[in-house]
């Protein structure tokens, strides 16, 4: 049996060299150290000293570890206040000059997990924006690095549980249910693209109006790989343009360009 303190020694030596944090792990552990004592079992192997050998002695070991690091934890309308600030300022802002423009409005969802994130976006959309801008296209790239997780967003059912922050009447309008679960009706797919990408090493084409980068980068990669990141999705985001962190996320120090909105609100400058 891998105990707690096995485990938290083994991602303390682990994680930096998948260029990770330990502190953003500290309180998500047992979704990774869940997954070790599985691979652990798969491998038939003695315990941690002998999984840490394994690693030394199978270099491709160190991405499938990668792969059990990722955490997938997520909700509909998650950190109710950036949705309602997207919704009342932030979206209007950017449909308005986007419109002025005479262009798509473009959002990017990174990390998207099973979907509700860009999913969340495009219920904003249609139930409170849509009917001011009606000509005005929104288009949603959502990516993740995680396939079965994309597989399950463009599936778009889940536990009554992950709806529980939405408005019901968005519940009752936007879901119809199958079995236990709850699906999202086709008409609120239809404005999202869903990518396989690992945000260290790709982003989707084209640029942005919104990103929307919360709980993946500035929580889990160390800060070096976090100023290449977000160096990279500054590029990606138009002039005037607003990146969303996590509700205990900031950016890292020695990043230029960027002005603070709010606590989780940046906007790239020109």
Known sequence: MLSDSDCVAFLQWALPRLRMRWPGFRKVRQQVCKRIRRRIGALELSG???????????????????????????????????????????????????????????????????????YTLSLIWHFLLKAEFPKLDFSIIATDADEHMLARARTGCY????????????????????????????????????????????????????VLCRN???????????????????????????LVLGCHEQLPEGIPGWIPKTEQLYEASG
């Not at 932030?90 to 860009?118: D, F, N, Q, V, Y």
């Not at 990669?221 to 990606?236: E, Y």
Request: overall charge neutral; glycine content about 8%.
């Open 159 to 210: 536990p009554r549980g992950a709806l529980k922050e939405l408005p019901e009447p968005w519940r009752q309008q936007a879901f119809y249910r199958e079995a236990e679960a709850f699906c999202i009706k086709p008409s609120f797919k239809a404005s999202i693209s869903w990518i396989e990408q690992d945000i260290r090493r790709d982003q989707p084409a084209g640029r942005f109006d919104l």
């Open 48 to 118: 941690i000293p002998a999984y840490r050998q394994w690693l030394e002695d199978h270099p491709d070991e160190w991405e499938v570890l990668d792969g059990m690091c990722r955490i997938t934890i997520s909700r509909f309308y998650r950190d109710r206040g950036v949705f309602d600030a997207l919704a009342a300022d932030i979206l209007p802002g950017l449909a308005r000059r986007a419109k002025a423009e005479g262009r798509t409005l473009r959002a990017w969802s990174a990390g998207c997990a099973s979907g509700e994130e860009p």
């Open 216 to 242: 993946l980068v500035a929580t889990y990669f160390d800060a070096d790989l976090q100023r290449s990141v977000f160096t990279r999705i500054k590029g990606a985001l138009r002039a005037g343009g607003v």
